[in-house]
């Protein structure tokens, strides 16, 4: 059973003077328990697709469906903040806080209720790797895998059901990037959640349970 589903999407980028297509009649379905990949050309649309998958943008036609729902009907805000975790390529962290910091907050904006904000936090950075002495260190300090740790770590703060990661390995060395790997290939395998990942990696898009190739439009 699909947990989330694209449903013959399209997507236009609406400019001054013209609409742009960069995604047609794309139909992706996707169950938890794998690790899917998304390759293609730069300006494929990858991106684009995410952000559909996110709850961020709504398709020009077509639907993508959360759990048969269709987002376009949905509280999208609660999706985003509690359903789905995102990583991005430039981590998107707050800088300034410490990893623990950027964790508990993205814990509370999720509504959720927990007993042990800060526990829960540090024992998700223990997860990934992260040694405890740099869990209270300011994120501006810390090297860029162990950044991208951090992200998974929020990600997974609120316990989402889908993981979205957008190049989660790019400008990692080849360690990093199969550490990075070997732990969302664990949260699909281990935990039955639904991982998602754009890549330009030939090494990732080989470890995937399943590829998707997109094709671009022009
Ligand atoms: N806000 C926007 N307005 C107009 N066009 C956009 C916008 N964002 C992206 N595009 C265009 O849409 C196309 C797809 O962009 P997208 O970012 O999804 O590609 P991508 O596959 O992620 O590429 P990359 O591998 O380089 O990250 C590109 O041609 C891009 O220029
Ligand atoms: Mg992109």
Redesign the pocket.
């Known amino acids: 059973m699909s947990i989330l589903q694209l449903d013959q999407v399209g997507y236009s980028?609406t400019?001054i003077r013209q609409r742009?297509q960069?995604l047609r009649d794309i139909s992706y379905q996707f169950s938890p328990g794998s690790v899917y990949g998304i390759v293609?050309r730069?300006?494929?649309?990858?991106?684009?697709l995410l952000s559909l998958l996110s709850g961020l943008t709504l398709p020009t036609s077509g639907r993508v469906l959360f759990d048969g729902r269709d987002l376009a009907a949905c509280d999208r805000y609660r999706y985003r903040s509690r359903d789905v975790g995102v990583v991005f390529q430039s981590f998107n962290l707050l800088p300034s806080l410490t990893a623990t910091e950027n964790i508990v907050l993205s814990m509370h904006i999720s509504g959720k209720q927990y007993r042990d904000y800060r526990g829960h936090a540090l024992k998700l950075l223990q997860k990934v790797g992260i040694e405890r002495e740099k869990a209270d260190r300011r994120v501006l300090h810390l090297s860029g895998g162990e950044q991208q740790r951090v992200a998974i770590a929020r990600a997974l703060s609120y316990d989402p059901a889908v993981i979205l990661a957008d190049e989660p390995t790019g400008n990692l060395d080849e360690t990093t990037q199969d550490q990075v790997m070997a732990i969302l290939t664990q949260l699909a395998h281990r935990e039955n959640k639904c991982v998602i990942i754009v890549t330009?990696s030939p090494a990732v898009a080989r470890q995937v349970d399943m590829l998707y190739k997109l094709a671009p439009l022009q």
């Open positions: 980028y400019g742009v960069v293609g730069s300006g494929a649309g990858k991106t684009t330009h």
